[in-house]
């Protein structure tokens, strides 16, 4: 089993970066797709960006990319997400993920969660 962790999230002014932190559990080696979703209050939980664990091959939605990085330190357990030029509408609780099968883009596709990580983005 994988237990997941989030941590790293806070309030920062619009242009800011954060780095959230998602420390595993038990043994990440079963898991093949590492990803971040968020969800704003009242709106449904949505992709932002996933990771093929053993390959690398990473997966941004269109609202983040160029401005959020997904990656991982397999020596520590954990996955990160580099968060820069952050505006308002980021703003959300930060989930991650973990995928016995595969990088997916929809939730469906991961089997294990974390409680979140709220960040705020405002002035």
């Known amino acids: 089993q994988v237990q997941l962790v989030e941590s790293g999230g806070g309030l920062v002014q619009p242009g800011g970066s954060l780095r959230l932190s998602c420390a595993a559990s038990?043994?990440?080696?079963?898991?093949?797709?590492m990803g971040w979703f968020r969800q704003a209050p009242g709106k449904e939980r949505e992709f932002v960006a996933t990771?093929?664990?053993?390959?690398?091959?990473?997966y941004y939605a269109d609202s983040v990319k160029g401005r959020f990085t997904i990656s991982g330190d397999n020596a520590k357990n954990t996955v990160y997400l580099q968060m820069n030029s952050l505006k308002p509408e980021d703003t959300a609780v930060y989930y991650c993920a973990a995928s016995l099968r595969g990088a997916y883009y929809s939730r469906h596709g991961y089997e294990y969660w974390g409680r979140g990580t709220q960040v705020t983005v405002s002035s």
């Open positions: 038990g043994s990440i080696f079963s898991a093949n797709g």
């Open positions: 990771m093929a664990w053993r390959g690398g091959d990473t």
